[in-house]
């Protein structure tokens, strides 16, 4: 695939306004990571102006993580106006398994058309089995519950109905368009032991997106955000003080460092 | 009691999904003071899915900090399914002497049986005074008015008309069910110039919860918290810093760690 | 003007309680700002509330970041009792020139006398030119897109129309009371990296009004905050650890340290 590193190095010279409809537990992470990383952020949510603002940002990131009536349709408006300006949103189905609310609004957001949806492995396959009227995925939470291999068919056949590059997050990232795929081994176990890391990386997807192909600008987006986790550990071994280093490493490594650094493979 | 390390030891083994209905303020800290303690956070809230939610989790913690009607409602829904399913939940009364809203819904609250409240002595004194139709306590926002001595009665007379542990925090936290009171000794003095650190210590009460009598495993988490404020101390001495060390603390404070450094004392 | 140094001291003295309904992505950081500083911040937006807490704040700061339309009801409310008791108030025009909903909002809050105006560049040209009917400002998010030489004009108009103090701030902030001017050359380019830190200024400001004529309090609120920034820059070079190092600098910056280092000249 193309190198990782033009991938990083066109979003900072791009520094994209990216919308993002996300939970409250991840604004103030997200807006920090984007900003580290070289994008321009915003929340807007409210629906008097919720879709002139999305007409104003080049890429849009919807999280379903502290999830309420106004603000599904909010989402909602949003994504259709990103869709016919042909311009991409990023879906992160938090919790989907958990209740009945969260598979009725992933409904309709999937039919919205995202460009790019991840989440663990959980979150996939609860995703993938809504079609289906049956629910096999195991998580309850924000934190999965299943190994990413598990979630490999669902994510080919959620892409391929979606038409949807599908990212799983695991200790080893599974990338498909429903016809390639890709593997990213990239990323520290400390990640996930900070709340929204994997919120704020679909907004770093998002950026990444603005005028590039999907698929290879997802598993770049993910190589990037890894390898900053990695650079973190070596500075800081506990949570702590490893969300500041990861702040560093993603305001810090260049697109040399991500060719480098990443570690990308076909599947 | 029984021996502090053992409660964290448990909550650790247990790694327990916590269902937080908290305020926006706390949101991010709360959910990486569990995750750095080892529990499993979540944030649920909206109506449609409130009680579904907490039909999963395994104790539930309620904080009045932004308080809105909606969130009040979610709020008693959800400490109904706990209570109906023999699960513990936690309140923090967070400024209820502030305002006449604050007072009517912790009177509601109050009456749905929380398992442990803890708030700091203006709010415990505050909370107290509920019933008796007149204010005693000083306290205008989160930060506390009173010292821990002048809310012990208040504490002692709350927790028997509730059936509830109470907790006032401060210099030495003063813990009793009404019949039996303890004191726990640690912490630090940068612990309250950190926004919400009170709030996520209710997320880490309710994790110690599950599967234990409240009162000893109250006792266990405030010494666990305070232990921590006191080897974050060690690493830094003012707040920006004080924040990492303290979820570094969390983190790797040992069960071996707390019964060694437990301040715990019958009252 | 009159010393810098002595406004921190008596702020500090005063520890005055700071009501702010702000936006999500800045509760927590804008909390532990006041905390740091030395105020005590309270986040409170409740329709059933609002007024009987902004009843006990020595001041308010209101901020549309994540504007919401009961939460603009919420900040009139507030600004009004303010107003009514001749307590100082605080707006930050967040993104005003990005939608018509925001134009909306602060044109009714302009009409409730804010003590102090602060935004960028971009949100003063915005907000200036709401009564003549045409946008002038380019920025569309929370990131300026206009030098500060260019709102300068803007500024004292909108002073002069509102009755408020109008700060811009920048790499050169330039302050104004419609007659009188200033330039605070305090600060440092990694600020804007870390989000909100701008939206926790406009706190500080309010806390440092309290008791204190409106156009030097201002200035010695930015002096004392870019100042912050500098110390921060001598610990950290990224923006993960330049967070930490900016609160312990707002912690340990003494007013002897500030009558030091402000770089405040008439402009």
């Known amino acids: 695939m193309t190198d990782t590193g033009h991938f990083l190095n066109q979003m900072r010279a791009t ?28 929340m807007v949510h409210a629906l008097p102006e919720v879709e002139e603002f999305a007409g104003l940002a080049q890429a849009l990131s919807v999280n379903i993580g502290t999830l309420d009536p106004d603000w599904a349709t909010a989402m909602e408006h949003a994504a259709q106006v990103m869709v016919a300006a042909q311009k991409p949103w990023v879906l992160d189905p938090v ?9 009725q609004v992933c ?34 939470g924000a934190d999965s ?30 990338i498909t368009d429903g016809v390639d795929a890709w593997r990213v081994a990239n990323g520290h176990p400390l990640m996930p032991r900070i709340t929204a890391l994997g ?54 490594l260049t697109p040399q460092d991500l060719s480098a650094g990443a570690k990308v493979a076909r599947a």
Chains 1, 2, 3 share one sequence.
Do not use: W
């Open 95 to 103: 919790g989907v398994g958990a209740t009945r609310f969260r598979q």
């Open 15 to 42: 520094a994209p306004l990216v919308h993002n409809i996300t939970n409250y537990v991840a604004m103030n992470i997200m807006a920090n990571v984007l900003l580290a990383a070289g994008a321009s952020p915003a």
């Open 145 to 174: 519950a299943d190994p990413v291999e598990a979630a490999e068919a669902a994510a080919r056949q959620l892409a391929a109905s979606c038409g949807a590059v599908v990212a799983v997050s695991g200790p080893v990232d599974y």
């Open 199 to 252: 919120c704020a990386l679909n907004g770093v997807i998002a950026a990444f997106l603005v005028g590039q192909p999907a698929l290879p600008a997802t598993v770049a987006a993910l190589a990037y955000y890894g390898l900053a986790g990695e650079r973190a550990a070596q500075a800081a071994q506990a949570p702590g003080g490893f969300q500041a280093a990861f702040l560093d490493a993603l305001y810090t």
């Open 107 to 140: 409904t309709r957001l999937l039919a919205l058309r995202p460009a790019v949806i991840r989440g663990n492995a959980s979150e996939i396959i609860a995703l993938a089995s809504l079609g289906a009227g049956s629910g096999g995925a195991t998580g309850k």
